[in-house]
């Protein structure tokens, strides 16, 4: 559990679940690109995976509302 804030602990847990199989990436593809969707109060709702442009999975989350913006992490 990360505590709410701890932005750095938030992505190494992220990364370290993807590594782990939790969440993995198919065979062949790269992950370049994490998409936040956050609710009205700032809760994350969703984590998007892309290859480019190309949607590999989603990690919904149920405490939050609906997704009412936007921002992410892209890797050059």
Known sequence: MVEW???R???KAIH???RSGLASVSEGKTLTKIEFGEDAAGNIKEIKFYDGEELLFTL???N???????WDITRS
């Open 5 to 7: 804030g701890n932005y």
């Open 9 to 11: 602990e938030a992505y």
């Open 16 to 18: 370290d679940a993807i």
């Open 64 to 70: 939050a509302s609906a997704v009412a913006s936007t």
């Open 60 to 62: 919904t989350f149920s």
